[in-house]
């Protein structure tokens, strides 16, 4: 029996290697999320954590997986210390890009971003590489073709990363940070998304994949992009929308061939790959929808971040994962079914409590409803980490024949999501529905204690409001600088984007404690433009 030498490769060795990143940043993401509130740009961070360090790894390791697979071909082993290498280049560059995101030094932001970028050209090189010396006429060739145009988006996304890493001019900032999103939501994970749900969704549903219209939504979505992107950086709201919408119609085309799904093989990845989708299309309506009410004024488009890094990003990778891990590490059909039901524990009730404490985090205007159900929503993700450790250790045992194999239930458990219905509706009930904090309008103007607030060079005039016990804090925020600022108070309560000149008001509500406001524009809030309102008796 000979001895595996460390320059002999197999898809699992490599795949071991190679996806250790995704797992320590996972463990990095759920630390830092625990102690966000002593990390500077916390929410850039938390965002920045899961996109780059999670998401990106995930997608240069996955795509190189399932070009080999699905091409049918057998990488040298002496490219595997390549791929390697380029994947911790990646990180370098990651984690760069961090420190100069939170010590506020763009010039290392810069750096970071410009090495994330090389790194993924290198990969979509490397992939075309593959792809030029496969056989022609392979089934699943489109998905290959879509990674491809994948990781050609990242390096222009990062490069608008490193431009609003330094403060913009006027509308231009807000505007490249709907471009950078567009860029790396749409076109990076988009693409790679698109290309390994054309081939997974039916692996995962156990179905057929009816027809494989993937190449003719590819060729649009490249199409779409620049569409959009020119919109976003002329202006034109019009034309923003119609790179959008031609980009949500090639994903509902691709989707119309994947499969038929049957409720009977209902889990959590079943459900999640379904559902974020979903949130994606959602996402691109309502940004079609603002771009057409904004035209001209783009900077007033609010993006739906959460939606689309939680709803869309978050839950795929997790649903994708869930099934894959287990495959990968094989060990026969009793095996794989052990690892994928430990990796389904309550799959059904975190799907529910994922999406509807979602859809409760984005409705609602009640910061503390807001804070529960965004912990439950992010929880059921979370739980995979602990999870997976469980699920290899299980899928091991079966293995080695030191334990014996999970048997899955015949049905999915549908109690699941009647108790992850019932938490959240309690949780509502608790708090007296969505927006119980909703101020009426008062016709008691002695009630109402208004206040004008001016913004510019950085900070909030003034930046500390007395108001008296019980009284009705009423805000104009006046934007005296020469860009765009907005306020948010703790409670929920904010002004929405307000451009340089302009005014707005808005009632915050009964004041009864001492509460904070802050600009949420990136970077603002680290420069120093917070308040705190304080309750005068």
Known sequence: MSMRTDSTWNSRTWHRKASKPVSLWLMTLVIAGLIHPILPEYRWVLIHLFTLGVITNAIVIWSQHFTEKFLHQRVDDAKRPAQLLKIRVLNIGIIITLIGQMSSQWMITSIGATIIGSVLAWHALSLAAQFRSAKRGQPFASAIVAYIASACCLPFGAFAGALLSKELSHGLQERVLLAHTVINILGFVGLAALGSLSVLFAAIWRTKIMTNFTPWAVGIIVLSLPITIGGILLNNGYLTAAGLSAYAAAWLLSMAGWGKASISKLSFSTSSITTAPLWLIGSLIWLAAQAMMHHGELYHVEIPTIALVIGFGAQLLIGVMSYLLPSIMGGGASAVRTGTEILNTAGLFRWTVLN??????????????????????????????????????????????????????????????????????????????????????????????????????????????????GKTLEVTLINQDDMVHDLKFANGIQTGRVAPGDEITVVVGEITETMDGWCTIAGHRAQGMVLEVRVSH
């Open 356 to 469: 509807g404490g979602l859809a409760i985090w984005l409705l609602t205007q009640n910061s503390w409803l807001r804070v529960v159900v965004s912990l439950l929503s992010i929880g059921a993700l979370a739980i995979y980490v602990i999870l997976l450790p469980r699920a290899v250790r299980a899928q091991r045992g079966v293995i080695t024949k030191k334990r014996d194999p999970i048997t899955p239930p015949e049905q999915p458990r549908f109690n699941q999501i009647t108790a992850g219905i019932s938490v959240l509706a309690l949780i509502l009930a608790a708090f007296g529905g969505l927006n119980p904090g909703a101020v009426p309008v008062t016709s008691v103007n002695s009630d109402v204690y208004p206040v004008t607030i001016t913004a510019g060079d950085m900070v909030f005039s003034p930046d500390i409001i007395e108001v008296p016990l």
